[in-house]
T-cell receptor, first 114, second 112 residues
Framework: EPEVTQTPSHQVTQMGQEVILRCVPISNHLYFYWYRQILGQKVEFLVSFYNNEISEKSEIFDDQFSVERPDGSNFTLKIRSTKLEDSAMYFC????????????FGDGTRLSIL | QKEVEQNSGPLSVPEGAIASLNCTYSDRGSQSFFWYRQYSGKSPELIMFIYSNGDKEDGRFTAQLNKASQYVSLLIRDSQPSDSATYLCAVKGRAGRRALTFGSGTRLQVQP
């Protein structure tokens, strides 16, 4: 069964550094998403991406964050000037073009800011 | 603020019993509803989704939706110890929006 893959599985970074989290969505999917889950808290929506542009973003997704689809398969989340509170699990998800269809999640990247 | 509410649990049921998990949502215009299972330290795994009022069955799982009451539930029949996990209710809002709003999850414990 096709799946969303994310790399790395764990990223440790010094506060103030930039990190790039990578995702390969399911190949025939058109919508891509990033969510995060701080330890012990809810899964929170960050951003959705369609047709090479952001289609929706949350209040969390401020100028510190950016997303990109650098080629035909990868989808990345860049976090600049990382802060301690950015420590979380970051999940990539993808879905097909139909509005009611589910989003399928990757295994996540655990980001630890020191 | 659009909210999705779930009882945090734990909900403890004996093996073979029916587990009933509930979720309410605040946005009356919400269109689609999803149940994900999340094991500790793992990612959400899709169990069921529903967007029409009524019941939807898939194997041991049944999702129930009542839009008038803004209520969605998940029944797990013949519960197994491997079903022990946190069950997340997620809601997709109005047409044109794709963001999922998640509840905090209900922790289910199935006792052997």
């Amino acid at each position: 069964e096709p799946e969303v893959t994310q790399t790395p599985s764990h990223q440790v970074t010094q506060m103030g550094q930039e990190v790039i989290l990578r995702c390969v969505p399911i190949s025939n999917h058109l919508y891509f998403y990033w969510y995060r889950q701080i330890l012990g808290q809810k899964v929170e929506f960050l951003v959705s991406f369609y047709n090479n542009e952001i289609s929706e973003k949350s209040e969390i997704f401020d100028d510190q964050f950016s997303v990109e689809r650098p080629d035909g398969s990868n989808f990345t989340l860049k976090i600049r000037s990382t802060k301690l509170e950015d420590s979380a699990m970051y999940f990539c998800a993808s879905s097909d073009g139909y509005s009611n269809q589910p989003q399928h999640f990757g295994d996540g990247t655990r980001l630890s800011i020191l | 603020q659009k909210e999705v509410e779930q009882n945090s649990g734990p909900l403890s049921v004996p093996e073979g019993a029916i587990a009933s998990l509930n979720c309410t949502y605040s946005d009356r215009g919400s269109q689609s509803f999803f149940w994900y299972r999340q094991y500790s330290g793992k990612s959400p795994e899709l169990i069921m989704f529903i967007y029409s009022n009524g019941d939807k069955e898939d194997g041991r799982f049944t999702a129930q939706l009542n839009k008038a009451s803004q209520y969605v539930s998940l029944l797990i029949r013949d519960s197994q110890p491997s079903d022990s996990a946190t069950y997340l209710c997620a809601v997709k809002g109005r047409a044109g929006r794709r963001a999922l709003t998640f509840g905090s999850g209900t922790r289910l414990q199935v006792q052997p």
